[in-house]
């Protein structure tokens, strides 16, 4: 299976964005899905999780009422939603894809290209 994502871009603190990984070779929903972000000089970080039907979601604390993810398995793409975001949120995103759940960087065997976030002061 292949990830695509995109949505990534330049946005003051305060605003949002909304991310998207397109899913190719595969089914959506044959897969559970998590977003991960890896800062400059930082290892990379859980960031949301999301089960294979959408009914679980699985956050990061530092994440946790600002950012929201969902997937919509009918056209193969997986969202996260950002907002209030802050300038420690600035990284690059990834998003992810495994057969069996998890919210670690070890649990997931398909990873996207990444798309930069850059939040502004």
């Known amino acids: ?29 044959s897969y559970f899905m998590g977003w991960f972000r890896q ?11 999301i089960g294979r039907r959408g009914g679980s979601t699985y956050y990061a604390d530092s994440v946790k009422g600002r ?17 209030s975001l802050k300038t420690e949120d600035t990284a690059i995103y990834y998003c992810a894809a495994n057969r069996d759940s998890g919210i670690r960087y070890s649990d997931y065997a398909y990873w996207g290209q990444g798309t930069l976030v850059t939040v502004s002061s």
């Not at 000089?41 to 960031?47: A, I």
């Open 1 to 29: 299976v292949q990830l695509q994502a995109s949505g990534g871009g330049l946005v003051q603190a305060g605003g949002s964005l909304r991310l998207s990984c397109a899913v190719s070779g595969g089914t959506l929903s």
């Open 39 to 49: 800062a400059p000089g930082k290892e990379r970080e859980f960031v949301a999780a």
């Open 67 to 83: 950012f929201t993810i969902s997937r919509d398995n009918a056209n193969n793409t997986l969202l996260l939603q950002m907002d």
